[in-house]
């Protein structure tokens, strides 16, 4: 084996040179082992707000945080509530009314059948700081659907009373004038009572695809309509009705 050095001739089995006493095996370079990478943070997972309830799309309110002075000291009570009712419209008792009494008879049929008691469970949050109390928005939403539907059935009631009665009897269309607008009395009577009831606007809590004024636009043109041609609707199925 000759000295990778000097070049002088050595053994096979030696390891240093006998001239100029070299290493005669070059040893190569080790390499250090790299750290592996650091593996990413895992994504946060969502949850639920540690204050409590999201509030609903659309809303800056808090069901756990007072509306009235911002305290966060708020408690969750659950109350029942009653309201008593009829059972509806009858339209057979409006009908026989009007026959007896004319188009006034048809309000006969707003006593609808036996009463009957609703009983509701919602919840209502009560403030320690202020002592105020303000309903959930779960429950004051439903409440409000619960008030649109009810006022807004009494208004289609008595528009068609107002249609049959400028149709029959020849009333005076400033009567159907004025009930056009019965839809904008309807929303200011739920939203007054909602409010009043969550402490804050009602629509915060409304669906964020809802559009107050596309509801009202078509309230407005069904009411319209139901004063135009609900009395020409009622006088036909009356008449057909007495001829069978």
């Not at 370079?29 to 593996?39: I, K, M, N, Q, V």
């Not at 009567?175 to 309807?186: I, M, Q």
């Amino acid at each position: 084996m000759n000295c990778p050095n000097c070049g002088a001739s050595n053994a096979p089995e030696a390891n240093f040179c006998r001239k100029c006493g070299g290493p005669l095996t070059a040893s190569a370079p080790s390499e250090e082992p790299r750290p592996p990478a650091p593996e990413p943070a895992p994504d946060p997972v969502p949850g639920p707000a540690p204050d409590g309830p999201a509030p609903a799309p659309g809303s800056t309110h808090q069901d756990p945080v007072c509306p009235f002075c911002g305290g966060t000291d708020c408690q969750p009570v659950s109350r029942t509530t009653g309201k008593a009712r009829g059972g509806g419209y009858s339209i057979s008792d409006g009908c026989c009314g009007m026959c007896l009494m004319g188009p006034v008879g048809l309000l006969c049929g707003l006593g609808g059948g036996r009463s009957k008691i609703d009983l509701k469970n919602e919840v209502v949050w009560v403030c320690r700081s202020c002592g105020k109390q303000h309903l959930s928005q779960k429950d004051g939403l439903e409440k409000a659907v619960a008030l649109a539907s009810s006022y807004g059935t009494g208004a289609a009631v008595i528009g068609l009373i107002i249609s049959f009665g400028m149709f029959v009897y020849g009333w005076s269309w400033i009567f159907a004038v004025l009930w056009a607008f019965s839809p904008l009395v309807v929303y200011g009577m739920v939203s007054t009572e909602v409010e009043e009831a969550l402490g804050y606007p009602m629509a915060e809590i409304l669906p964020p695809n809802t559009s107050i004024p596309k509801i009202l636009i078509l309230s407005e043109i069904g009411m319209v309509l139901l004063l135009w041609l609900g009395g020409h609707f009622i006088f036909d199925f009356l008449d057909e009705m007495a001829s069978q």
